[in-house]
Each structure stands twice: as structure tokens, then as C-alpha cells.
């Protein structure tokens, strides 16, 4: 089990961060897949996710229209294009792996997961 989040970083409220979150195939053959997050002190949160073949997303209402989750099956990778960024989207971000190939904002459907990386958005 294999699961590798790269791309976070420090930037300034508005701007933009793509996360990367490569997965093995043996891991992930027919799954969806998901990001959460988890700010200091808090429950980590759903983000989004994405079925396995790409067809259907869902976001988190807190990013909808900012965020955008797409997977390259090719190449074992799921992304998170993060745009127009405010400090309150400061976390942990964590790609995971769906026991299932529909798309679940629930952390119980998920029973895979990356060690995360952190995104810092300064005001």
C-alpha cells in the first residue's frame, strides 16, 4: 500500500497550490479517491473525491468552485488544484483510497491513506 501526497507549501491568501498524490495501481485498481484535511486542533475534513474512472466528483461545500480533483489513471495519480486560497483552507491535506468505486465524503469509506502535506496560506 503505497500512497505518496506531494505539492503543499506556503502562499499568500488568493493564490494557488496543486497537490499530487501518487497511488499505486495494486492499491487503487477501481477505486475512488478522496482528500481531506485537518487544521491544528480540529477533526480532519472531507475536501473531495473523485470515482475511479473520473466520471463524478464531490466537494466539500467550503471549496466548491475553488477546488478541482482529477485523477490520471495512466500514471496513478490523483491532484488537487487548490485556487483562490484563504487562510482558513491552512492544513494537512491527506489523499486516501475508497474501499469502494463510487465517490464518499465519508472517512469510514476510506481505508487507505497518504501521510499528507501541509499547505500554508498566509493573509
Known amino acids: 500500500v503505497q500512497l505518496q501526497a506531494s505539492g503543499g507549501g506556503f502562499v499568500q491568501a488568493g493564490g494557488s497550490v496543486r497537490l499530487s498524490c501518487s497511488v499505486s495501481?495494486?492499491?487503487?485498481?477501481?477505486?475512488?479517491l478522496g482528500w481531506f484535511r485537518q487544521a491544528p486542533g480540529e477533526e480532519r475534513e472531507f475536501v473531495a473525491s473523485?470515482?475511479?474512472?473520473?466520471?463524478?466528483?464531490n466537494y466539500a461545500d467550503s471549496v466548491k468552485g475553488r477546488f478541482t480533483v482529477s485523477r490520471d489513471n495512466a500514471k496513478d495519480t490523483v491532484y488537487l488544484q487548490m485556487n483562490n486560497l484563504k487562510p482558513e483552507d491552512t492544513a494537512v491535506y491527506y489523499c486516501?483510497?475508497?474501499?469502494?468505486?463510487?465517490?464518499?465524503?465519508?472517512?469510514?469509506?476510506?481505508?487507505?491513506w497518504g501521510q499528507g502535506t501541509l499547505v500554508t496560506v498566509s493573509s
Open positions: 486516501a483510497v475508497s474501499r469502494y468505486s463510487t465517490i464518499s465524503s465519508r472517512r469510514e469509506n476510506y481505508n487507505y
Open positions: 495501481r495494486r492499491t487503487a485498481s477501481n477505486n475512488a
Open positions: 473523485i470515482s475511479w474512472r473520473g466520471g463524478s466528483t
